[in-house]
């Protein structure tokens, strides 16, 4: 594959402290499109710093309508879907370069989570389709999140990207308290049957925060990485228990708005 048919996509707001670090490693593409919801911080004086950024902005209405309209400003035949927090190592360039493409539409790749620059031994952060061409892609919107759908095969890259979010501590609580709601809102309007196992669990409001922290901490062996360890399992943990709270929430509504 040659790396020129290839656009990274990077959606921002606010971004200051992650930008610089995933534009460094994106400075072998021959354009960056970098998708703005009009942030208020340093993102912009970073973004055109790189003199590979195509800056557009936008006002956010969904994760996947940012992206979607994303599609549209590329030209490239190839979009490599990346969040800010995204560092793309070396090795995964080296395996671009060698790539047969003719054998899939799009490739998904694994992620090293890491805590402020320190690589854990494993995260619950799932793969996820990041490589793909933009022809055969269309973004939908899912839970809190959003993926990407792509019409034809999807291969395995053998390299990794490090998720290394360094935003404040105060941000994520306010981040995860607003996918929360969202999210406890897509579990209760989805028929049971239609969840997956971990929703299953997730709705079952008491087993998913006791289960997350045993899981990453004793059977992923957090344990051994430490504090940044400890503080991925507390995360984790919270955010379950945030979500827990937000169904409990509802159940109680719910049973205070029956007739007595």
Known sequence: MNLDEITPMLLTYNEEPNLGRALEKLKWAKQILVLDSFSTDKTKEIAKSCPQVKWV??????????????LKQIESEWVLSMDCDYIVRDELVEELKGLRVEVAHGFRASFVYCIWGHPLRATLYPPRTVLYRREKAKYQDEGHGHRVDVDGRIGELRGKIEHDDRKSLDRWFASQNKYMIIESKNLLSTPMNELKLQDRLRRR???APWLVFFYTLIWQRLILDGWPGWYYVFQRVLAETMLALRLAEAKVLGSSSKPS
Do not use: T
């Not at 902005?57 to 994303?70: I, L, T, V, Y």
């Open 57 to 70: 902005q936008r006002k956010f209405d969904s994760f996947a309508g940012q992206c979607n309209f994303g």
């Open 205 to 207: 409001i008491i087993v």
